[in-house]
């Protein structure tokens, strides 16, 4: 789910970055204030003036990106831009809801540790633990998958442990076979199998609304701002099959890029199996977060169902949609966890542990909305939108998709992804707005840009994890990150714009 940056241990450029935004975020915001901004109204040229102030703090990280966040909805309210009911309104929102559910819901799952036997059933099976290209492919629909419903973070901490093994395994049955040894991060193949595992766990998260922060921040925007609500069925039609394009991309990438010096692996099956039969028979509190997560994916799945058949104007998808909207589907789900039995715990899930869930992430997500639907509301959106159209030259749907997909990319390479997503969907819709053109697709492509960043350690948490094992060197991950971010554009774009053409996409009517 959530793909923020992680913390890593400060080195003296880090610090040098956090020291200058101490200065250089306070001087953007009187230096805006004290600018003419021409026709800007008072509210919007203040509301300018913070989110300068804020992307400074975000981009330097002088801040926890939380704290930021909630300094400036804070400062919104000190300068007047907003009365503080209407300032926090983001922090009722019902996605905010289904974020604290859906984590606590994967918090169960990391606890009995049902991610990790889902996996290892998985890669142990014949097909594809006998070859290296196979496990490369292996791992990938894994993190893939995983990533859909759990934390991008949590999915790349499990998996990467899994491949130090599997990368051990490789390095004896190499000598065994060529009577040459190796460690196993002198393997070509370790950086491409350590790539996969961030690059897939991030890029999985694309498929479903929570599978990471920006998807329900743009969902959020299109609903709050155009009045079209994308479902949790609807966003799967649509994002899986790019997800799936964009894991043909990466894998063809990293084979390529990263080639194995060993194909055939006998006896990693073997490992593999070794390291699944540990964890025994299914515990009881494994049941009980199975029962719950099922039981909200077919809550989530079931209206795009009924949609089907019995259809949209039925008595039964109106009161589904009604008693069980999908901001409240996960917290359903995560209070029957208190009720589920645990096994070696009373529950299937304790308070101290559901409050282990990454608060940042829903803080900095209920602020960036805020923050977004403030640029709305006081015509900052709009007059970016206008001043972005005439400084690209870009007014077709097209053009328009094409840079709002690479400014959000470029700018999650420098931000965080939630960060990312509410600084560029709200722009996204303004461009299309100011050039009168269907919105939905820019904020679409921005929403899934922001989920792009591969570049650098410190862009994604997955990108980190590996990192640090020692196997995946800086100018091999920025190498290989810069080439996939390109695939991830262009691929989003002829996607994006292929769906709009076969009326795919859901459409603002009158655009």
């Not at 109204?41 to 804020?54: E, K, M, N, Q």
């Not at 990466?250 to 080639?259: K, M, Q, T, Y």
């Not at 104007?313 to 999908?326: G, Q, V, Y």
Request: with cysteine; hydrophobic share 55%.
């Amino acid at each position: 789910m959530s793909s923020e940056r992680v913390e890593l241990p400060q080195n003296e450029t880090d610090r040098r970055r956090a020291r200058v935004g101490l200065f250089l975020a306070p001087a953007v915001l009187v230096g805006l204030l004290a600018m003419d901004m021409g026709d800007l109204s008072t509210v919007a040229h203040r509301l300018a003036a913070i989110i300068g102030f804020t992307v400074v703090l975000w981009v330097c990280e002088t801040l926890p990106l939380a704290m930021t966040a909630m300094l400036s909805v804070s400062l919104c309210v000190l300068f007047g831009v907003a009365p503080v009911r209407e300032a926090l309104v983001g922090f009722s929102d019902p996605i905010v809801f289904l974020f604290i559910g859906s984590f606590i819901l994967a918090e169960a799952m990391c606890v009995h540790h049902l991610d990790r036997r889902i996996a290892l059933t998985i890669l142990s099976q014949p097909a594809i633990s006998r070859s290296m290209t196979r496990v490369l492919l292996g791992f990938g629909a894994v993190c893939a998958t995983l990533s859909m419903w759990l934390s991008n973070t949590a999915t790349a901490a499990m998996m990467t442990p899994v491949a130090l093994g599997v990368l051990a395994e490789v390095a004896g049955l190499y000598t065994r076979q060529t009577g040459k040894v190796l460690s196993p991060g002198q393997f070509r193949a370790a950086t491409g199998l350590l790539l996969m595992i961030a690059y897939g766990s991030s890029m999985g998260g694309l498929a479903t609304p929570i599978g990471t922060p920006p998807n329900l921040i743009g969902i959020g925007f299109i609903e709050r701002t155009l009045g079209e609500r994308i479902g949790f069925f609807e966003w799967m039609k649509l994002a899986l099959p790019l997800v799936v394009l964009l894991f043909g991309g990466l894998f063809v990438a990293l084979r390529f890029l990263h080639p194995p010096e060993l194909q055939k692996l006998d006896g990693l099956e073997e490992f593999l199996r070794a390291r699944r039969d540990e964890l025994g028979q299914m515990t009881v509190g494994e049941r009980s977060a199975l029962i719950a997560f099922s039981l909200a994916v077919a809550c989530w799945v079931a209206p795009g169902v009924f949609a089907i058949f019995p259809g949209d104007d039925h008595p039964l998808t109106k009161n589904w949609t009604r008693f069980l909207p999908e901001g409240l589907v996960p917290i359903y789900a995560a209070c029957l966890l208190f009720v589920l039995p645990g096994g070696t715990q009373p529950r299937a899930i304790t308070w101290a542990q559901a409050t282990r869930i990454d608060w940042g992430t829903v803080i900095l997500f209920a602020a960036g909305i805020c923050l977004g639907s403030l640029m709305f509301s006081t015509g900052l959106a709009d007059a970016l939108g206008r001043m972005t159209v005439v400084m690209t030259g870009v007014d077709s749907v097209g053009g328009i998709l094409f840079v709002t997909i690479a400014l959000a990319i470029i700018v999650s390479e420098a931000a965080s992804n939630t960060a990312s997503a509410n600084m560029i969907v709200p722009v996204a819709i303004a461009m299309a707005l100011a050039a009168g053109v269907d919105p939905v697709l820019p904020a679409l492509g921005a929403t899934f840009g922001a989920s792009f960043g591969f570049m650098m350690p410190v862009s994604t948490a997955p990108n980190a994890i590996v990192h640090g094992t020692g196997m995946v060197p800086i100018p091999k991950m920025i190498k290989t990150g810069a080439i996939f971010d390109l695939c991830g554009l262009i691929v989003l774009w002829l996607g994006l714009m292929a769906m709009s053409a076969l009326g795919l996409l859901p459409t603002i009517s009158g655009n």
